[in-house]
């Protein structure tokens, strides 16, 4: 069965740091995602991306953070002048157009800013 | 406003008992989707089971079911026969439409179940 894969699966940065945390969807999918779960919280909305652009974002999603979908396949986050409280498991996400079928994620990306 | 709310913060079953995990919902759209996700101790999001606003039955996949009462905007996972590697975090989700298909999370339970 496909899936979505995260690269890497821990990354630990100087604050102050840029980071940026990959992601490969399922290859006919339209929709992808970014969500963040800061330890022991819920799972937090980002940002979505449909057709080269963002379709949304959350107030979270600010200046610091952006998105890429730079060669058809990988979907990055990059995060610029990581602060502590970017501490963080950042999942990837990606759906169809289909609305009963799940959104698929990723093993997610656990931050450490040191 | 909380969009998802789940009550319970932590739940004990014994093995191979049924238990109900809590989720009431709060949207004025009509079309929505519900989710369960379970996450365990290593982290990742594993979909569980889907229903849609719009069903006429409830949502079943293999143990796990799904009591949706539309009226009380109540969508209760049910697992039935718990094993041992049920104990995770459940997470309940809800994608509106007209909204990118973003899904809103409810702040999980965590279930363990005892031997």
């Known amino acids: 069965e496909p899936e979505v894969t995260q690269t890497p699966s821990h990354q630990v940065t100087q604050m102050g740091q840029e980071v940026i945390l990959r992601c490969v969807p399922i290859?006919?999918?339209?929709?992808f995602y970014w969500y963040r779960q800061i330890l022991g919280q819920k799972v937090e909305f980002l940002v979505s991306?449909?057709?080269?652009?963002?379709?949304?974002k959350s107030e979270i999603f600010d200046d610091q953070f952006s998105v890429e979908r730079p060669d058809g396949s990988n979907f990055t986050l990059k995060i610029r002048s990581t602060k502590l409280e970017d501490s963080a498991m950042y999942f990837c996400?990606?759906?169809?157009?289909?609305?009963?079928?799940?959104?698929?994620f990723g093993d997610g990306t656990r931050l450490s800013i040191l | 406003a909380q969009k998802i709310t789940q009550t319970q913060p932590g739940m004990f079953v014994q093995e191979k008992e049924a238990v109900t995990l809590d989720c009431t919902y709060d949207?004025?759209?009509?079309?929505?989707?519900l989710f369960w996700y379970k996450q365990p101790s290593s982290g990742e999001m594993i979909f569980l089971i889907y229903?849609?606003?719009?069903?006429?039955q409830n949502a079943t996949e293999g143990r796990y079911s799904l009591n949706f009462q539309k009226a009380r905007k109540s969508a209760n996972l049910v697992i039935s026969a718990s094993q041992l590697g049920d104990s995770a975090m459940y997470f309940c989700?809800?994608?509106?439409?007209?909204?990118?298909?973003?899904?809103?999370f409810g702040s999980g339970t965590r279930l363990l179940v005892r031997p």
């Open positions: 996400a990606s759906g169809d157009l289909e609305s009963n079928q799940p959104q698929h």
């Open positions: 989700a809800m994608r509106e439409s007209g909204s990118s298909y973003k899904l809103i």
């Open positions: 949207t004025s759209d009509p079309s929505y989707g």
């Open positions: 991306f449909y057709n080269n652009e963002i379709s949304e």
């Open positions: 290859s006919n999918h339209l929709y």
């Open positions: 229903q849609g606003s719009y069903d006429q």
